[in-house]
């Protein structure tokens, strides 16, 4: 709880810092947004707390099911937002639903890994529900559109099945059918979202374009330096040149403010917050719970992973949230139930 707090309270400085020189009002209060957005999330914490997490296993195919028909909904309905309808809006709040999904998938794919599984690993045949828990969220985020979303969902949800012990011979054949797979996935792809891997490649062949995201934020780590400039004195936040600095790119505004001592106290805290969840998942009472502990884990490593990767040059730019640190309610709230979940698990490992 206390790393929670400390990385989310890290979050809101860096969010201030980020976007206090801004022309926008809007920009400048995003981190009072994320103060009340954290106030929020920390009731759902409580909440998910003290309901007992056998309790949830019991409703989770329900919460899968409500989180997929709001999919629907956004897709239907949902307004557009930069070309995509992602949005929820119930009065004056807005919420993304796929955030809410990446916690009722893991809740789904928990309870029924534990009642399916016993003694022996799973066959081919028991692979066909959790391919179709996955899928049909995927197909509905993927229309939104939000390619790093589904690509985070269907990680999440191969390495729970993986964990949870499948036969080598289902493995085989999943994995041939993936690959098989793959060119008719690339050709379904939009554009924008095609020049985004192959930049992986080459972020200087498309330097204003598809690579300007990676060169910038690039620019702003290296020149952070050992101790960095100074917390509001970053040139690339503040000339505009990094682009959604308080969002997906708050580690390159850490890196270049606090520099490499101050982003690698972040590292620290991430991995010291991740071991904390493995050490649920090994002390969990039950199958249900030890799965839940394994799928939120991982899936809060795979976020990590994958923001700090991209904001280095290491791994595609996919447009996905640094848990805690990045500004967004959707994502602060959704990773404090699943801290609270984790905690929930924790609590009652020595439960009858």
Not at 33 to 54: F, H
Not at 222 to 250: E, W
Not at 318 to 328: E, H, T
Request: proline share 4%.
């Amino acid at each position: 709880m206390a790393l929670t707090l400390l990385l989310a309270a890290s979050g809101v400085v860096l969010i201030y810092s980020a976007t206090h020189a801004k022309a926008s009002p809007h920009l400048q209060a995003s981190y009072i947004k994320q103060l009340w957005w954290l106030l929020v999330g920390l009731v759902g914490l409580v909440v998910t707390l003290m309901v007992d997490y056998r309790l949830i296993a019991r409703y989770s195919y329900v919460l899968y099911g409500i989180c997929l028909a709001a999919l629907v909904y956004v897709l239907f309905f949902g307004p557009v937002v930069a070309g995509a309808k992602r949005w929820l809006v119930i009065g004056p709040f807005r919420c993304q639903p796929s955030e809410f999904m990446k916690v009722a998938l893991v809740l789904a794919l928990a309870r029924y890994t534990a009642d399916v599984r016993r003694e022996k690993a799973l066959r081919l045949r028991h692979l066909i529900v959790p391919a179709l828990l996955v899928a049909l969220p995927i197909i509905l985020i993927a229309k939104e559109p939000d390619l790093g979303t589904a690509t985070m969902l269907g990680l999440v949800a191969g390495g729970m099945v993986l964990v949870s012990g499948v036969e080598r011979r289902a493995i085989l054949v999943v994995a041939a059918a993936l690959l098989a797979a793959m060119p008719f996935g690339w050709t379904m792809l939009k554009d924008y979202q095609k020049s985004r891997l192959l930049t992986l490649l080459d972020p200087t062949g498309d330097p204003l374009g598809a690579g300007y995201h990676v060169i910038q934020s690039k620019i702003a780590i290296g020149s952070g330096g050992v101790l960095g400039k100074g917390l509001m004195q970053g040139t690339q936040g503040r000339l505009n040149f990094l682009p959604a600095q308080h969002t997906d790119f708050i580690f390159s505004v850490a890196a270049e403010e606090v520099g490499f001592v101050g982003a690698a106290c972040l590292l620290l805290l991430f991995l010291g917050f991740l071991l904390k969840g493995i050490e649920v998942a090994f002390q969990a009472k039950d199958r249900f719970g030890a799965m839940t502990a394994v799928g939120l884990t991982w899936m809060l490593t795979l976020y990590v992973t994958f923001n700090i990767g991209m904001t280095v040059g290491l791994l595609p730019v996919v447009g996905i949230p640094l848990p805690l640190l990045s500004y967004g309610g959707s994502s602060l709230v959704t990773t404090m139930l699943a801290v609270g979940l984790l905690l929930n698990i924790k609590l009652r490992k020595f439960a009858y």
